[in-house]
């Protein structure tokens, strides 16, 4: 069976309280409702005052089911107006926090926080965002002796040593930054991160030949340098009179990421001799930069809110901290808050590196929100800037694939391969999806010779066999060659429902029945849910003269929500079977 490859480019706080709503259940979706009508009257939590429908309950139990349905802005009203009524409840007041703080609300949090650590003297997050408060107001002493006093477990073990280390920075001590700071170093766990604020610590304290020395180190140590290393280290060269070192490391990285667009707008900076900026200026930086490495862990890890909760407090030490926004950005799309996600990167200027990504991300929001024509204008768009680049036009022809304007597609694939020029190896994935494209049009010359273009890029590769076979299966041509493609294919992708199909049904339309039903069931296992591989089955084992489970499986085809053109075939099979003048 044909499949199209998917192709692609970090619980929530408020999630639970699952016995005390579904004692209340009935009355939940009411309630909630009605304060969500009240909500949406007016601005945030004033609006649920003036509601005549709310109570603290009510409340609490909408603020759950905003929490679920990740309207977090929603939970976190929901949530601080019950708290008003029962303030020193524990776990609503730990739900708030948590909701707070992963939301961005700077004072409320840190209010919420204070009340929270009389509760719970070392609760991590709380005595964070009263470090990071202390911090904002210069408040080192206070800051220092926030994070000294917590015990040293969890991700304080990480966390507390650098942020320590930056306050001994704000007070002009380096020795006792780094003597704090090499706590971490026997750590093999925490060495990259150890080896970046060493540098970090000694370049924004004017110890260059320290900084460079540690700068070396971590590039040596990590072999592929990530993004914002490249960045730091890079800016450190061009501002100590080495734009000939940062030059390299640039075109290093883009070697490794040819397709990358992040990295040429710093180039261009060092070809028209831009005077670089210091990436971090101060301890208050560098606390940011802190938190901004933790929520990049965090995200990796899939801990979505406390990641939320830790690029915010960076942005709060530093609300121009580009790369930090991208974060945030990145980890609202990941919890597919669109509609947060595009106020994120709208915010992004158009002449930083990350304009043209964060605008691709914009599209691909717009795309998942249903909004599919802003969805185009905001690809053309981007296709006008830059008349040399071909992703907006992938990504149009990809779009509009997806919703079936076959033709269309076909065009944006054209535009894109017109850009292009001479396709390279990476692009067999336009010639793929242009030839699906193609084949759906009914142009199957054109979607043919496709295919085979792609294979001649990227030989074996078992999306491509896979369709160009099926294909061939389909119209009958080609069966030998397709038969030896799939049995590759099956072997490169075993357990790939579709591709199976694939190998049993030209075994099928070869007449080998008896194999064919062993690759057909060993498909249906695989893709249980798919009303084709199951149709196909159904004829299998009609031809081996298993008649009952045959009407079984197109019964459950009929079952799988069958294209509209496939169901009086298959409620034609079920009444009649197949008969000799079947064409197979």
């Known amino acids: 069976m044909m499949q199209v490859a998917a192709m692609g480019f970090v619980a929530a706080a408020c999630a639970g309280g699952e016995a005390t709503q579904s004692q209340a259940e ?3 979706d009411a309630v909630s409702n009605r304060i969500i009508l009240a909500a949406n009257s007016g601005s945030g939590s004033d609006a649920l005052t003036q509601s005549p429908f709310v109570s603290p309950y009510g409340a609490y139990l909408a603020g759950i089911v905003a929490g679920y349905e990740r309207d977090v802005s929603a939970a976190t009203d929901f949530m601080l107006y019950a708290l008003r009524f029962d303030p020193n409840n524990p776990q609503l007041l730990r739900r708030s926090f948590a909701l707070t703080a992963a939301d961005g609300r700077y004072k409320k949090a840190t209010e919420l926080a204070e009340s929270l650590v009389e509760l719970e003297p070392t609760h991590g997050i709380a005595n964070l965002v009263l470090a990071v408060d202390a911090a904002s107001r210069d408040d080192w002493e206070g800051a220092d002796k926030i994070i000294s006093d917590l015990p040293s477990r969890g991700l304080n073990t990480l966390t507390g040593p650098m942020i320590q280390a930056w306050t001994q920075v704000a007070r002009g001590d380096r020795e006792a930054a780094l003597q704090r700071l090499g706590v971490l170093k026997e750590n093999k766990g925490f060495s990259v991160l150890y080896k970046l604020h060493l540098a970090l610590i000694n370049d924004v304290m004017g110890a260059s030949a320290e900084a460079e020395a540690a700068y070396q180190e971590i590039l040596t140590s990590v072999g592929d340098p990530t993004l914002r290393l490249v960045w730091l280290v890079g800016n450190f060269y061009e501002r100590t009179g080495k734009p000939e070192k940062a030059r390299e490391l640039y075109q290093a990285f883009l070697a490794r990421r040819p397709n990358s667009t992040l990295m040429e707008p710093i180039l261009q900076q060092l070809d028209n001799g831009v005077v670089a900026k210091p990436e971090l200026n101060d301890a208050k930086d560098g606390i940011a930069e802190v938190l901004f490495n933790i929520a990049g862990l965090l995200s990796q890890e899939r801990a979505e809110d406390a990641a939320l909760v830790h690029v915010h ?17 990145e980890v609202l799309q990941s919890q597919q808050r669109g509609d947060e996600a595009i106020a994120v990167y709208r915010d992004v200027p158009t002449d930083s590196p990350f304009s043209w990504t964060t605008r691709l991300r914009i599209a691909e929001e717009l795309e998942r929100l249903g909004r599919v024509d802003d969805a185009v204008s905001e690809l053309e768009s981007l296709a006008s800037v830059d008349p040399e680049r071909f992703e907006p036009l992938f990504r149009l022809g990809n779009l509009l694939r997806g919703e079936e304007r076959f033709e269309a597609a076909v065009k944006a694939y054209d535009r894109a391969a017109k850009r292009l020029g001479e396709l390279e190896a990476q692009h067999w994935t336009l010639l793929y999806f242009r030839g699906i494209a193609l084949e759906r049009s009914k142009n199957w ?10 294979l001649e890029l990227e030989p ?11 294909s061939w299966v389909e119209k009958k041509q080609n069966l030998t060659e397709a038969r030896q493609m799939l049995v590759r294919a099956v072997e490169l992708r075993p357990e790939d429902g579709y591709i199976v199909d694939s190998l049993g049904w030209v075994l099928y339309r070869m ?3 008896k194999n064919a039903v062993g690759y057909l069931e060993q498909a249906v296992e695989l893709r249980p849910q798919d009303s084709v591989i199951n149709d196909h089955l159904g004829d299998a084992y009609w031809r081996v003269g298993r008649l009952k489970e045959a009407r079984f499986q197109w019964r ?17 099979k079920v009444a009649r079977g197949l008969n000799a003048s079947n064409d197979i």
């Open 511 to 513: 007449g080998e029945y």
């Open 556 to 572: 459950r085809a009929l079952s799988l929500k069958p294209e509209e053109d496939q169901i009086p075939e298959l409620q034609g």
């Open 460 to 470: 074996e590769q078992p999306f491509v066999m896979n369709y160009l076979a099926y």
């Open 445 to 454: 010359v054109r979607a043919e010779a496709d295919f085979l273009k792609a």
């Open 26 to 28: 009935p009355q939940t």
């Open 313 to 329: 407090q960076a942005l709060r030490l530093k609300p121009d901290f580009l790369v930090a926004n991208v974060l945030l950005g």
